[in-house]
């Protein structure tokens, strides 16, 4: 039996600090700064800049898709060649490089920023997927929930941390500043180049590779690999449920992720200090959702944590509709001043605090629900149920948004929390956690 010990100090902060270091491009390429920048400056078809959207939520879901392609078979390999961390670092790099080459993308260059925007997010996505292939080796079951908590929340507060310098030095998202907030891709690119070393230094890489079979490709292998994993899920069928039900909350968030603050200037249309002040407030309040939420998930279970947090975010969905709406109420039947900024801001804090808890929490259950022996394996498949996620998530609001405008399309979000609530009922916590320890204990083969 392989007995799962907590690692190191230094390793589970070594694998926290890639959370850290990418939050770069999550925060500054995909939520605060570029996909403004993509819509109503580089494409810029004002007044309702619906083309913008439709191309970001195309160049998005396109990174996505290959995502989805890739990660199963790359985590079959990884698993059989003992090479997360190569994997890994490729990713990296393929992620650095094509980032800083957002530089060049201006006003009547839409198709790189498309091109780029399709391999960066590729890079980054799965990315995502090898460093959770690390999680199921860094402890045992009762303390990962609190490992992933905590490397959300450091993500977070990397988040916060990569975008000091956009704030103080670059500025606001605008034509007349195009030149100077046109390096926010290089910034988020060196931030996220060094502040992943410590994950190269200290992350050990668990396994023994093992020699290919006689005539098979490292390609051939990584097949016929997922092929088994797909064959046998029946055996883990809650973690089969888990990804179903991930598969629509991640839609979900995958829009909110890539189209708040695209929503904040569009539908709501805050001012910079607002804008500003908001992003801060979103940092904060998802490294608590995430670091408070881990310990949460490790007293009640995660599965009743994770649909938990499903209801939040129908909740937040819900109230990010209403913004306007109650913006008016409070004017005109209390005679309050209340702005539909201001009221997005505490709207802001609920979805927050949603973001950090459900992100980490069907990672930490992917966590005990995968045999060691198979954990990047199964981790590929977390990664493809997110990602196909994405591409689903943001076709669908892109078309939606076409048709009828930003503002109506947010609602299909509260359909797709709702679905991942509904099906999350099937999840029994117990059950998967001992499926994994059977197979971990040798009593299950594959």
Known sequence: MTARVRAPRREIFGWAMFDFANQSYTLLIITVVFGDLFTRVIVGDAPDYRLGNLLWSLALASGYLLAVICSPVAGAIMDYTASKKRFLFASYLLTVLATAA????????????????ILSNFAYSIGESFIAGFLPGLGPPEDLGKISGFGWSLGYLGGMASAVFVLLVLGDVSAENFERIRWVGPWAAVFFLIAAIPTFLWVRERGRARPLPAGQGYL????????????????HRDLAVLLFSVFFSMSGISI???YAFIYGAQVIQWDESTRTLMFVLVQITAAIGAFGFGFVQDRIGARRTYSLTLLMWILAILLIYLTPLLSELAQDRLGLNWAAQDIFLVVGCVAGLSLGACQSTTRTLVGLFAPLSRAAELFGFWGLSMKLAGVFGLLVIGLLQALFGLHAAILFCILLFAAALLIARGINEERGRAVAAAHDAGQAQW
């Open 102 to 117: 957002l530089y060049f993308v201006a006003p009547g260059y839409a198709w790189l920023g498309v091109l780029l925007l």
């Open 256 to 258: 909110i992720i890539t």
């Open 220 to 235: 051939r292998l990584g097949l016929v690999r997922v092929g088994q994993t797909v064959r046998h899920l029946r055996a």
